[in-house]
C-alpha cells in the first residue's frame, strides 16, 4: 500500500522560513512527478509546487520567488523550502504523488503564519 507521510508544518511568524518534507513508502516505481498542494479554512485546495520526475519545477504565482520544491536523493521524497511566509500561507500543506493514471495523496501537515 502507497503511503505518503508529510512532515515539517508548525507555527511561524510572518517573515520566517519553513520546510516540508514528503516520503513515499510502499512503491515500486517512481513518481513521474510530485507536488504540493494546500487549502485554507473555507477554500478549495490549490496547486503550490510541482516538480517532474526529469526536474522541470511549476509554482503558484503567489508563492513564485518565496518556494522552492526540489526532490531528494531517495526515491520518492520531495520538499518544500518556505521562506518569507505570510499569514495568507496558512493552511493544511498536502504532498501529491502522480503515477499515471494514480494519484496518491498524504494525510495533511498545518501550517500556520502568525502576523
Known amino acids: 500500500q502507497v503511503q505518503l507521510v508529510e512532515s515539517g508544518g508548525g507555527l511561524v511568524q510572518a517573515g520566517g522560513s519553513l520546510r516540508l518534507s514528503c516520503a513515499a513508502s510502499?512503491?515500486?516505481?517512481?513518481?513521474?512527478?510530485m507536488g504540493w498542494y494546500r487549502q485554507a479554512p473555507g477554500k478549495q485546495r490549490e496547486l503550490v509546487a510541482h516538480?517532474?520526475?526529469?526536474?522541470?519545477?511549476n509554482y503558484a504565482d503567489s508563492v513564485k520567488g518565496r518556494f522552492t520544491i526540489s526532490r531528494g536523493n531517495a526515491k520518492n521524497t520531495v520538499y518544500l523550502q518556505m521562506n518569507s511566509l505570510k499569514p495568507e500561507d496558512t493552511a493544511v500543506y498536502y504532498c501529491n504523488g502522480v503515477f499515471v493514471p494514480m494519484n496518491y495523496w498524504g494525510q495533511g501537515t498545518q501550517v500556520t503564519v502568525s502576523s
Open positions: 510502499g512503491t515500486i516505481f517512481v513518481f513521474n512527478a
Open positions: 516538480i517532474t520526475s526529469g526536474g522541470s519545477t
